[in-house]
Every structure is written in C-alpha cells, then in structure tokens.
C-alpha cells in the first residue's frame, strides 16, 4: 500500500518510464534502470533521464546483471 515507504529501501528501480515512476525515483534519489518504453511519451521521458543521468536504458535485458554490478561497484556513476 505504501510504495513511498517501500521505495525508502531500494537502491535501484527497474522499470519503464511511466510518469509516475519517473517522479518517484527522482524524489527518491534513485536509479531507474529502463528495459522497456510505451513508444511515445516515455520515449520522452527516457531522454531527458539519460541526459540528466538519472537512468541507464539497457538495450539487452541480459545486461541487467551488468548494469547493476556497475552501479554497485561505482554508485556515483549516475
């Protein structure tokens, strides 16, 4: 019920850019890591959280491993 609570203990978040999750990492101070968009707006959204380098776009989900070890052994990456 209370996902701004359960966000309080995660150190990252994989998901597509809706808006709302979008909001909620940046509040949040946390990495969103983005396998997936609904072309469109979310399209949007990615581009402006790459460039702001509050996101990584994986463009193999087999690079989620990968991506998340990284931003393990260098959290300052984004």
């Known amino acids: ?3 701004s609570y ?3 203990y995660c150190d990252v978040i ?3 850019p809706g808006g709302l999750t979008v909001t909620e990492s940046i509040v949040k101070n946390i990495p969103l890591i983005i ?3 609904i072309p469109g707006q979310e399209n ?7 460039s702001e380098r509050y996101s990584i776009l994986v463009n193999n989900l087999t ?3 990968g991506i998340i070890n990284d931003l393990i052994n260098n959290p300052n990456s984004l």
């Open 1 to 3: 019920k209370d996902v």
């Open 6 to 8: 359960l966000m309080d």
């Open 14 to 16: 994989i998901s597509k």
């Open 35 to 37: 396998p997936f968009a």
């Open 44 to 50: 949007e959204n990615i581009d402006f959280l790459t």
């Open 63 to 65: 690079d989620i491993n």
